[in-house]
T-cell receptor, first 115, second 114 residues
Framework: DTGVSQDPRHKITKRGQNVTFRCDPI?????LYWYRQTLGQGPEFLTY????????KSRLLSDRFSAERPKGSFSTLEIQRTEQGDSAMYLC?????????????FGPGTRLTVL | AQSVTQLDSHVSVSEGTPVLLRCNYS??????LFWYVQHPNKGLQLLLK??????LVKGINGFEAEFKKSETSFHLTKPSAHMSDAAEYFC????????????FGKGTMLLVSP
């Protein structure tokens, strides 16, 4: 169990550029979540995958955001035409379906700065 | 709908003294409750969770929390603070039914002085 990993850890981009983040969940975890954390706030839910299927999306996830999880393993989160308001920490979490409330394990996050 | 209110944005204690971080929740259904800790430049780490079993939950590093339904509270305590406990703590609620998205409080920064 090597934990959830995220890449890159930091990303600085100019407004209008596209960025893509990657998340590798704990192996055999079939559930994967993306959250966003802004300064001084707790993380907010963005989207959820069960295996390769994206089952829930927050209204925070505008049309400029897209997430994928091909083959039910790693996941990518892409932001198109970045805006300064997108600057935040993007967190990935994974869990294993145990038929009851699962425990989510978080990665270290990707900190995005949009100039 | 569910929500969490952490009553203090900052708590300062001296090393060796007790810690109390307060959390109140609101949930339409029977909730699961969690406390996560976030150290600078590190990921969120689960301290403990409540899922309708024993109301007093013991976690890692000497932390524990008590679920009080009548008060809709889930306060986090530790008998004796250590310098390494300095971090941000998040109270979290989710629906007690399989997968569920987490709803976080705004966090409480714990400061520990020597």
């Amino acid at each position: 169990d090597t934990g959830v990993s995220q890449d890159p850890r930091h990303k600085i981009t100019k407004r209008g550029q596209n960025v893509t983040f990657r998340c590798d969940p704990i192996s055999e975890h079939n559930r994967l979540y993306w959250y966003r954390q802004t300064l001084g706030q707790g993380p907010e839910f963005l989207t959820y995958f069960q295996n390769e299927a994206q089952l829930e999306k927050s209204r925070l996830l505008s049309d400029r955001f897209s997430a994928e999880r091909p083959k039910g393993s790693f996941s990518t989160l892409e932001i198109q035409r970045t805006e300064q308001g997108d600057s935040a920490m993007y967190l990935c979490a994974s869990s294993r379906d145990r038929g009851f409330t699962d425990t989510q394990y978080f990665g270290p996050g990707t900190r995005l700065t949009v100039l | 709908a569910q929500s969490v209110t952490q009553l203090d944005s900052h708590v300062s204690v001296s090393e060796g003294t007790p810690v109390l971080l307060r959390c109140n929740y609101s949930s339409s259904y029977s909730p699961s409750l969690f406390w996560y800790v976030q150290h600078p430049n590190k990921g969120l780490q689960l301290l403990l969770k409540y899922t309708s079993a024993a109301t007093l939950v013991k976690g890692i590093n000497g932390f524990e929390a008590e679920f009080k339904k009548s008060e809709t509270s889930f306060h986090l305590t530790k008998p004796s603070a250590h310098m390494s406990d300095a971090a941000e703590y998040f109270c979290v609620v989710s629906l007690n039914s399989g997968y569920s998205t987490l709803t976080f409080g705004k966090g409480t920064m714990l400061l520990v002085s020597p």
